[in-house]
């Protein structure tokens, strides 16, 4: 089983993930922010990762502190449970569509972080959530995670939709990318020999 825990403590962050990469898709999800939780329950279920998440941030100044460290902390427990990453995958993309809404992820478990986030928002909030936070929870997860990560909204009007598609198409993509590929026989999937 590969998984891994994360603690993390700072003055405006106190978090502990688990994440259990060969789960089930079961969650446990308190960052103190609804939506979030939300999208990172559907995120373990459709990547059939296990994922333990309890933040307790500074939730009285506003959401950022909150949603970007829940992504640095979630990144490195992804990065730590995939250890050496023999026998990955590697690369996946998926189209997810959500309703009127699709986007496109695009991910290379490279160790070798960059994303591109061409998804935007006509709206400052979804519930009590500040919409341009998904942008920093992605940047967040993917920079501490070792990902190249590409995410395109192609289209789609509404905001819970769009969100939504993005993390879903994040769950598909990486339960592809993670998942073991007999044909490498254990090697790491790259010329380099380390990725
Ligand atoms: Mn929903």
């Not at 103190?32 to 009285?60: E, N, P, Q, S």
């Not at 730590?80 to 809404?101: F, Q």
């Not at 591109?116 to 940047?139: A, H, P, S, Y």
């Not at 997860?141 to 598609?165: C, K, P, Q, R």
Request: hydrophobic letters at 40%; a negative charge.
């Amino acid at each position: 089983m590969r998984s891994a825990t994360i603690t993390r403590k700072t003055a405006e962050t106190d978090i502990a993930v688990t994440v259990a990469l060969d789960g089930t898709g079961r969650s446990t999800i308190a960052t103190g922010i609804g939506f979030l939780d939300h999208m990172l329950d559907l995120l373990a279920r459709h990547a059939l990762f296990d994922l333990d998440v309890k933040v307790d941030g500074d939730l009285h100044i506003d959401q950022h502190h909150s949603a970007e460290d829940c992504g640095i902390a979630l990144g490195q427990a992804f990065a730590k449970a995939l250890g050496d990453k023999r026998g990955v995958t590697r690369y996946a993309d998926i189209h997810l569509p959500m309703d009127e809404a699709l986007t496109r992820v695009c991910v290379d478990i490279s160790g070798r972080p960059f994303l591109v986030f061409r998804t935007t928002f006509r709206v400052e909030k979804i519930g009590q959530f500040d919409t341009e936070l998904v942008r920093e929870w992605f940047q967040a997860f993917a920079m501490n995670a070792g990902l190249t990560l590409h995410v395109e909204t192609l289209y789609g009007d509404n905001a819970h939709h769009i969100a939504e598609s993005c993390f879903k198409g994040l769950a598909r993509a990486l339960r592809k990318a993670v998942a073991i590929d007999p044909r490498e026989e254990g090697r790491v999937p790259s010329t380099k020999g380390s990725l």
